[in-house]
């Protein structure tokens, strides 16, 4: 598939797809396009607490291979840091919080201990790889797993770069100046330098370079540092060579070449900022940095592409096979032109909700964009031209058929998609409409900043009050059928049949969100709840005949199960923020799930074999069961 980037979108806008500028090669490349941040720009971790209460957190999950991104794939909202390539099938990518994927013609996520963030890769075989992080992280794969090496003062130091020229001719580099050496058998720390490494080139035992604050080089005994002329020092981030009379060192806008004798600019290569550099010999070299890939015959340098992406790792095995690394994007060259293994759509998007019929009829939706899955996976749906400007979107979906589904949201908007397009349908209310439900065609509920509860008999939208006076906004909605609705918020309702009532049983939490359930006797509620005067979150259970706490530490946004009591809570940690937090409960015990995304996830949805959970910056996440 060629790359689809979208081209420097105000976050105001819609996303829409159109042609990178390309030159020299005469490429004409498409890519969608992520919101590029800077490589080495540092991220908050996803921080957790825990609390008590029946049901009580009692340990942590790791994200397994059930668990896989859909957008933006592969790695999903964990920033790509790093990759190495041995063939054509044969790939790494590694990236914030532990996360770990290889290619093999389709990726795997392969799991590891901890959630360090690992900033580089690189590997002597397909069994032999090394990877390296955040607080001095050394992993080892050898075919099987990786196992952890611990370096001798290394501290908590963070490991920028690792490179070798051959297995065992192995060194890391990092802050602080660390420098460390594998000869196959143990690490040895080395001295060299105090100022802070980012990657690493060898070509024998005898000869390496370092980039970083400085360029540095070993000789087979000792570590040197080197001026190289005009060159602004710290601004170095990528080195690579073919051999001990060919390296190049990028940073910036400035791309430098030793030729054995003497260091030089490389003209016609100031242009861009470049972060990474790598090629198959002298006369086929590569550079990516920020908006640019640039390619160097062995004459001329020239720009190949312009993908708005911000590249900082560059690996390859020939000249026909080269990759390019960074943030939310994998780029590939096949020897004519870039194509992306990576894909990302509506990126500015904000996913409030999701709900479909089934894995090949699934919606998502935000205030700035609607997006259907179908066996080909996720892609933009618009609405019908006579939709209201700004108005293709919203805060919730409900899916009855493939031919009969509703959007509701903001400015009392309601969208029914009929199977062919979404059109606009008045609902006679300017209010902000936060949820939607139905039993069929004709019988479908809406709730929001409103006393009133909006409902649709099939041919119009009605309004029937609130049963309590205390109705200050309602946002969730579910039900098992046309007797049995309920209505989450400040405060809780049901449906009946006949007439809405307040639910006043002193457990319900005020301001309940997340609803969800499997029938009558069988209904979740999350929210928070008031205890001694502290909050204290919960998630209440409703048996058919009382509700009861079953608590979990943390905000839920949304709730989603299966059978035999399984539950997802979707959320955040109290006082955190509530970034990307999720938690499990099985046979009455909840566990976090550590690291598997920092963005706020909002609402779930899932079949038998399935869920998908969505959420900011049009994160989607599918488990599988």
């Known amino acids: 598939m060629s790359l689809h980037r979208m081209r420097k979108l105000p976050r105001s806008s819609a996303p829409i797809d159109v042609r990178v500028r390309a030159a020299g090669y005469g490429i004409v490349v498409l890519a969608l396009l992520g919101a590029y941040r800077a490589w080495v720009m540092p991220r908050p971790p996803a921080t957790t607490e825990c609390g008590g209460g029946d049901g009580e957190a009692s340990g942590s999950e790791r994200p397994d291979s059930r668990w896989t991104w859909e957008n933006p794939a592969p790695l999903g909202d964990p920033w790509i840091r790093g990759g190495w390539v041995l063939g054509a099938r044969d790939a790494w990518v590694v990236g914030e919080r532990g996360t770990v ?22 590997a002597a075989a397909s069994d032999d790889a090394w990877a390296v992080g955040a607080g001095c992280t050394v992993l080892r794969w050898q075919g099987r797993s990786f196992t952890k090496h611990a370096l001798e003062g290394c501290g908590k130091r963070a490991l920028r770069g690792v490179g070798g020229s051959s297995a065992k001719d192995v060194w890391v580099v990092g802050d602080g100046g660390f420098i460390a050496h594998f000869d196959g058998t143990r690490w040895t720390p080395a001295k060299g330098t105090r100022r802070s490494l980012a990657a690493v080139w060898a070509n024998s035992p005898t000869d390496a370079w370092a980039v970083g604050s400085e360029v540095t080089h070993w000789n087979g005994r000792s570590w040197s540092a080197v001026e190289l002329p005009g060159a602004n020092p710290g601004s170095f981030s990528g080195v690579w060579g073919s051999g001990r009379d060919d390296v190049w060192v990028v ?20 242009s861009d900022r470049m972060n990474a550099v790598w090629g198959s010999g002298p006369a086929d070299v590569w550079t990516a940095g920020r908006e640019s890939i640039a390619h160097f015959d062995g004459a001329r340098w020239t720009a190949t592409a312009r993908p708005e992406a911000n590249l900082g790792t560059l690996a390859g095995a020939d000249r026909k096979e080269v990759w390019a690394f960074g943030n939310y994007d994998v780029l590939r060259w096949d020897g004519r032109e870039w194509r992306a293994l990576s894909t990302m759509v509506s990126r500015y998007n904000f996913l409030t909700s999701v709900h479909g019929t089934s894995a ?13 899955r179908d066996a080909g996976g996720w892609s933009p749906a618009s609405c019908a031209p006579s939709t209201p400007p700004g108005a293709c979107g919203g805060s919730a979906v409900w899916a009855h058929r493939p031919d009969d589904a509703w959007i509701v949201g903001h400015g009392g908007r309601a969208l029914h998609w009929d199977g062919d397009t979404w059109k606009s349908v008045s609902t006679g209310t300017q209010i902000h409409l936060r949820a939607v439900w139905g039993s069929g065609p004709r019988d479908v509920w809406a709730v929001g900043s409103d006393p009133n509860i909006l409902h649709w008999d099939g041919s119009t939208w009605s309004k029937t009050p609130s049963p309590s006076p205390k109705t200050l906004q309602l946002t969730g909605l579910w039900g098992s059928g046309p007797n049995d609705v309920w209505a989450a918020g400040t405060p809780l309702l049901h449906w009946d049949g006949r007439s809405w009532a307040e639910v006043t049983t002193a457990t319900i939490p005020s301001g309940g969100r997340g609803l969800w359930g499997t029938g009558p006797s069988d209904v979740w509620l999350g929210g928070l709840e008031k205890v001694g005067g502290a909050g204290l979150t919960s998630v209440q259970h409703w048996d058919g005949t009382r509700w009861s706490t079953m608590g979990t530490p943390f905000s839920t946004r949304a709730l989603w199960g299966g059978d035999g009591g399984e539950l997802w809570a979707i959320g955040g940690a109290s006082g955190q923020g509530g970034l990307g937090a999720l938690r499990h409960l099985q046979r009455g015990t909840w566990s976090e799930v550590d690291g598997i995304t920092d963005q706020r996830m909002q609402s779930a949805w899932g079949d038998r074999k399935s869920m998908w959970i969505v959420g900011e910056n049009a994160a989607i996440l599918r488990r599988d069961r």
Do not use: C, F, Y
């Not at 994927?101 to 690189?122: C, F, H, M, N, Y």
């Not at 090949?360 to 259907?372: F, N, P, Q, S, T």
């Open 251 to 270: 940073g910036g806008r400035r791309t430098m070449h030793w030729n054995g004798s003497a260091w030089e600019p490389a003209k016609g290569s100031e």
């Open 101 to 122: 994927l290889r290619w093999q013609g389709k990726w795997s996520r392969v799991p590891v201990a901890g959630t360090e963030d690992l900033l580089g890769i690189w």
């Open 360 to 372: 090949k009829d699934l919606w998502a939706v935000g205030e700035r964009g609607i997006l259907h």
